[in-house]
């Protein structure tokens, strides 16, 4: 019981603190809904008589106040529209994008985003000399770049700068990500190896987490039919690595408890060699929270894992709750799995009971209405984030995954058993390959001949957060209401 109420303290500090740093990153209306936050709380304080818990939620919010208002300024505008000449280090993955590619070059004064030729290339952990004009970035058609950059830390930009390699750096920690993002390339040859475009770039993408390997073409079509999520590691990704691994080690009589611990070690793996990427350290910590919810049990809550994953991860990087679109996405998602899959998961149930047919047909009908209930949920909540930011939403999404993603758990498998076959035998990486393409190519069909249908995507235009509040204030009573009725008929 003790440790009970220990974990209540946390739970109701971290979601003061997510509060916080929500009313620190607003801007110019942060005081007016301070106010009215901590009026809301005194009144549920006196309303429901439980003054510790709203007094606990109280210091969380003034912690993630101080916590956003703490992060360091750093001011650039000395260095915007001048010539420099500094020295750093390649501090990420170079991501290469048709025939440019774009490096992060971190330096002692500042980081800066270079957008240069495809050759030469460079390597993550290479020193270089850069002599060139550099800028602050600015608003892109209402898209704040500056914002965006500033979550990775990187303040200025510098578009084909002279560049030259003077060494290498050899800290440790360099030569150490240098070694995994050599390894990762070296698995990217054998898919490409194995498999022509377009589908070994989709192949990279999902396995490798490279961002640039499908065509702008095709992503436009996977946006258009909200499939998007399948091209960044998500928590899809983790959750069948996790599935599979927890199986293998499972199948050679590993005790589960050892199974879950080796798991958790190969996904840490998996993300840093993806890159870090914030999509895939997003999943990671879902995924473990996922399988420790399996080993820790029924008491487990779904909701108090989202909670903590985003209090750590906020109390990192306090720019990613107003500037990461797939920070508000993904979280956004598991509350849709949380409080509204379940609601359609009622119905479908009782829909089922009175199903006339087989267990066969019974249990395929249950996977098709799982797939739909999910994508409908997660569609649900997402809109209004996907109309402001993209000023589309995608009307066949449902339909897109229920037609597409079946064959993505195979996908996963089937990559993953060719590149492990072909490390050994590469000169049958071909044949190994085999299932993947066909797979694959089954995707593409697919995804051109949805992406053709009339209003596969319909524009939203003019819509800012004014209404998207007043939508999730009305969603989030319709949820809380219907939860009530599906509380009272158990």
């Known amino acids: ?14 979601l003061g603190f997510i509060i916080g740093i929500f009313i620190a990153s607003i801007g110019g209306q942060r005081g007016l809904f301070l106010v009215l936050v901590i009026i809301t709380l005194t009144i549920l304080g006196i309303v429901k008589k439980k ?36 020295s750093g280090y390649v501090c990420e993955e170079p991501d290469l994008r048709g025939i440019k590619q774009k490096i992060t070059l971190c330096t002692e004064a500042v980081n800066i985003l270079i957008t240069t030729d495809l050759y030469p290339t460079y390597q993550y952990g290479d020193e270089l000399e850069m002599a060139g004009r550099v800028q602050v970035p600015g608003t892109i058609e209402n898209f704040a770049y500056d914002r965006y950059l500033a979550r990775y830390g990187i303040y200025l930009v ?12 050899t800290s440790l920690s360099v030569r150490l990500y240098r070694q995994l993002f050599d390894f990762k390339l070296s698995l990217k040859e054998i898919i490409d190896r194995g498999l022509k475009e377009p589908e070994s770039g989709l192949a990279n993408a999902l396995i490798l987490g490279y961002k640039r390997t499908v065509s702008d073409d095709y992503l436009q079509k996977f946006s258009v039919i909200g499939l998007s999520h399948m091209i960044a590691i998500s928590g899809t990704h983790i959750t069948i690595l996790a599935a599979i691994i927890m199986d ?8 589960r408890r050892r199974a879950f611990y ?44 989202l909670i903590i994953a985003g209090t750590g991860m906020l109390l990192l990087n306090p720019r990613l709750l107003r500037d990461d679109l797939g920070f508000q996405l993904s979280f956004l998602a598991i509350m849709a799995l949380i409080y509204i899959y379940p609601l359609f998961n009622v119905y479908a149930t009782k829909w089922l009971c009175n199903f006339k047919g087989n267990i ?40 897109a995954n229920l037609i597409i993603l079946w064959v993505f758990d195979l996908l996963m498998v089937a990559l993953l058993a060719a590149l492990a076959l072909s490390w050994f035998l590469p000169g049958l990486s071909i044949i190994f390959f085999l299932p993947s393409l066909w797979m694959l190519k089954y995707i593409y069909l697919m995804t051109n001949f949805l992406a053709q249908c009339p209003l596969a995507a319909i524009a939203v235009n ?5 209404g998207a509040g007043l939508y999730y204030l009305i969603l989030g009573l319709a949820v809380w209401w219907l939860n009530k009725q599906k509380t009272r008929g158990n």
């Open 51 to 86: 003054y510790h818990c709203w007094l606990i939620l109280a210091v969380g919010l003034l912690l993630g106040i101080a916590r956003y208002s703490l992060m360091p300024l750093i001011d650039v505008s000395q260095y915007d529209g001048q010539k420099v000449n500094l």
């Open 360 to 399: 066969f047909w019974r249990h395929k009908l249950k996977y098709v209405l799982d797939i739909l209930s999910v994508t409908i949920a997660c569609q649900i909540i997402s809109s209004p984030l996907l109309a402001i930011n993209f000023n589309q939403v995608s009307i066949i999404a449902p339909f």
């Open 248 to 255: 293998f080690l499972l199948f050679f009589n590993l005790s």
């Open 462 to 466: 003019n819509f800012g957060w004014i």
């Open 158 to 169: 510098s578009y084909s700068p002279s560049l030259q390699r003077v060494g290498e750096n």
């Open 262 to 305: 080796f798991s958790i070690i190969f996904l840490i793996f998996y993300v840093v060699l993806t890159g870090n990427q914030a999509s895939a350290v997003r999943s990671l910590i879902m995924g473990a929270i996922g399988l420790g919810a399996k080993e820790w049990g029924k008491d487990f809550k779904f909701i108090n894992g």
């Open 1 to 14: 019981m003790h440790m009970k109420k220990i974990g209540k303290i946390f739970l109701n500090l971290g």
